[in-house]
């Protein structure tokens, strides 16, 4: 079965290739661009045929919101890089990471109610200034969080490798698999099993944070039509449905990054390989999160 391995990992170094150095992001963002405007010229025509009273237009509507979010997730976006990225570094089960994409993707919704909510109602906010703060202030501050987490990743990854080597030099014993040596009877640092079961609260938080601080523009588009229409309800229900659809994609995205994994791991002849092969796929992620995101930053300094 090891083929199938290497052939999988072949399959996504050559994606990521084509996305990054051929132009295949342009190419998927124009086409994601092109057809997220397809899709709110939509939901403005169902909205219109609601406010005639048209209520049968509302099925089709918020079937549109969840398109929508599929749609926009497939495009360039900070979502995809966070969840593919963590999901290559950190040894995170499919399952659970594909809860995580679920929970960034309704946090990203909600936060776009909340915001949008607040500077209709309170500041008084039209179109114009929402879209300038999303994209001219979230977007910046979302960008460099990001390159945060990646840098974050990088550095747990090394402090973990230098853990590795002061174990290896400082006790020259012979350890069975599970980790106990042989010698002196005790476990001189966890074990890959016991490392991967280790998951805290904060690396939820970073990176549901850093999806959800940036409210999707079609959330906002969204939103504001029908306050303006007075059917806010409709659009609130149509933003956590477009959450629904973008957790859809970056659950695909998730699935496929845990496989590259666990393929790249399928390679190792023995715990400790395993174990440098999961330091390495950490540092490898974090760098590549935190360069891509400068990549994103940069020109909206």
Known sequence: MRWIAVAFLALVVALAIWLWMYGGTDVVGRWAAETQRDAQNAMARSLRALRAGEWGALAGLWGMCL???????????????????????????????????????????????VLVSIALALLGWGREQLTALADRTMAPLSYAMIAGVGIWLVSRGLRKAVRLRRAATTHDHDHGDDGVCNTCGHAHAPTVEQAANVRSWRDVVAVVAVIAIRPCTGAVFLLILTYALGLYWVGIVGVIVMGLGTAGLTAIVAAAAVGARESTLAQAASARSTALLLIGAEILAGAVIALLSFQLLLPLI
Request: charged residues 5%.
């Open 67 to 113: 398109a929508y979010g599929f749609v926009h997730a497939a495009g360039p976006g900070h979502g995809k890089l966070v969840i593919g990225g963590y999901g290559f570094g950190v040894r995170v089960t499919a399952a659970r990471l594909a809860g995580l994409a679920a929970l960034s993707s309704i946090a990203q919704a909600l936060f776009a109610i």
